[in-house]
């Protein structure tokens, strides 16, 4: 005994006439009938008195109605609920510096065309929290890169780029097509911040090179104007714009950047697999 058989069955009771409670369902009489005779069949009791003139509730039927009446009304208020619920979610979209950008709209088009009424609430961090605030409880979910400490926290990667070195166009390794990091070991590299996630800061300064300091970046964009005001070089995703004046020459021995979509492990929202599905499916197919 489903809502929609109760469905039914009220109309029939409340029309009490097969034609105009098919008409009031917006469907024809045959299917109507069959429904109300499987379901006094299901029951084993006869809800309806069939004439010529209309129909008639028997006693199981009064019954009968006035319990589906509750139900569907109760069924209602819950979808009522659902949807108010619904409408006023937000989800907590963290981002680290480019990601966003280089995901698209594709992805944003697709999740609002599956979840229109949800609100997507974006927050940038920069590369003092590779996890894009997923570590301090600031967001629901991450589009971010690896490598960083992910103790706790689930990762999909969705695409992977291979890594170069940024350097002026005046840089004697400028006209180089592709070059090794133990190349780079005596050149003034771009720092990140102190408290900078280690598993993060060791992949993209690499300390094991021995190499000088220089300018304190936060952000992509200082990154570039590190190197452009300062001559300091850099590890960076091939995948960037870069501006006049700088180059990217691939290098042969650095591990690749992953873009990925990142979530608490121990988070079941079903808003955060949804997306995560969305994102999987349009970098597979991309």
């Not at 006439?17 to 009031?24: M, P, S």
């Not at 569907?72 to 680290?96: F, N, P, Y």
């Not at 492990?265 to 991309?286: H, Q």
Request: glycine share 6%.
């Amino acid at each position: 005994m489903d809502l929609r058989t109760l469905r039914y069955f009220v109309a029939v009771a409340e029309e009490l006439h097969f034609g105009r409670a098919a008409a009031r369902l917006h469907m024809s009489q045959p299917p109507l009938s069959r429904a109300i005779r499987q379901l006094e069949t299901e029951l084993g009791s006869v809800l309806l008195l069939r004439s010529p003139a209309g129909v008639t509730l028997t006693a199981a039927g009064a019954a009968l109605y006035d319990e589906a009446r509750a139900l569907l009304a109760q069924a209602e208020q819950a979808r009522a609920k659902v949807r108010a619920i619904a409408a006023s979610a937000t989800l907590t979209l963290g981002t680290l510096g480019d990601s966003a950008e280089q995901v698209g709209a594709d992805l944003v088009s697709e999740f609002r065309r599956v979840h229109p009424d949800i609100r997507v609430r974006v927050r940038e961090f920069d590369f003092t929290d590779p996890t894009a605030g997923l570590r301090a409880g600031l967001t629901d979910l991450a589009l971010t890169r690896t490598p960083f400490e992910h103790t706790g926290i689930a990762v999909h990667p969705l695409r992977s780029d291979p890594i170069g070195v940024i350097v002026r166009e005046d840089d004697p390794l400028a006209g180089r097509d592709r070059i090794d990091l133990r190349e780079l070991a005596d050149r003034q590299w771009f720092r990140l911040p102190e408290g900078t996630d280690p598993v993060w800061q060791a992949y993209w300064t690499q300390p094991d090179l021995g190499h000088a300091d220089g300018p304190v970046v936060r952000t992509v964009h200082e990154c570039m104007q590190a190197v452009l005001w300062n001559g300091s070089i850099g590890l960076a995703p091939l995948v960037h714009a870069l501006p006049r004046g700088l180059r990217a020459v691939p290098i042969d021995d650095a591990m690749p950047s992953h873009l990925v979509v990142a979530w608490p492990r121990a988070d079941t929202n079903p808003l955060i697999e949804s997306f995560r599905r969305i994102a999987a499916e349009l970098y597979r197919t991309g």
